[in-house]
């Protein structure tokens, strides 16, 4: 494994030094996602955990029951919360393209309160700002989320938010700045 860091302060393995077990992992990595961007290249270390990843992660791109604008809201709120710069770079483009106005996707990166005309994408800032802030879920906020959400949106918005987590908090503790590229894969 190279020593010199080329990802933030991450090393990453070229492909033809990885153990076989890691190209394995790269390869689940390469099915799920189609390339190998973001923390997905810090993954490739732990094979075992990438091949869980992947699958996770591609989850959350379509089919699911979230708009990229809700999709959006969270994300922004996670990665803004843990500091991260790579993942907030990359997001605050996404919730822009994805038609979310620039004062209120800029709000949200800054901890400034916001609102949203659509009920769902409201009741998303709502549930994401409560559970970022580790605040108590009042019943007024659950039965509104029961209500726009439903049950799968709910579970959706949360688990989002743990992978979004986990993304933001790796890309942190590895100073991954924003706009980094590392190996070409």
């Known amino acids: ?90 997001h605050e483009k996404h919730a822009k393209a994805a038609g979310l106005p620039s004062d209120k996707v800029e709000a949200i990166l800054s901890g400034l309160p916001t609102s949203f005309d659509d009920k769902r994408e409201q009741v998303v800032y709502e549930m994401a700002t409560c559970l970022a802030n580790e605040r108590w879920v009042a019943k007024g906020l659950f039965d509104r989320a029961v209500d726009a959400l439903g049950h799968v949106g709910i579970t959706d918005v949360i688990a989002l938010m743990g992978h979004y987590t986990t993304v933001a908090m790796t890309l942190s503790f590895y100073d991954v700045p924003s706009g980094a590229t590392g190996i070409e894969r």
């Not at 992660?57 to 990665?79: K, Q």
């Open 1 to 90: 494994m190279a020593d010199t860091p080329t990802f933030g302060r991450y090393a990453e393995i070229p492909y033809d030094q990885m153990t076989p077990e890691q190209q394995e992992g790269y390869r689940s990595l390469i099915e799920t996602r189609g390339r190998l961007p973001g923390p997905a290249k810090i993954y490739v270390h732990n094979p075992k955990l990438a091949k869980v990843l992947g699958p996770l992660g591609a989850h959350f791109r379509t089919g699911y029951s979230l708009s990229e604008r809700e999709r959006e809201i969270a994300v922004c709120i996670v990665n803004s919360k843990f500091r991260s710069a790579y993942p907030t770079g990359a």
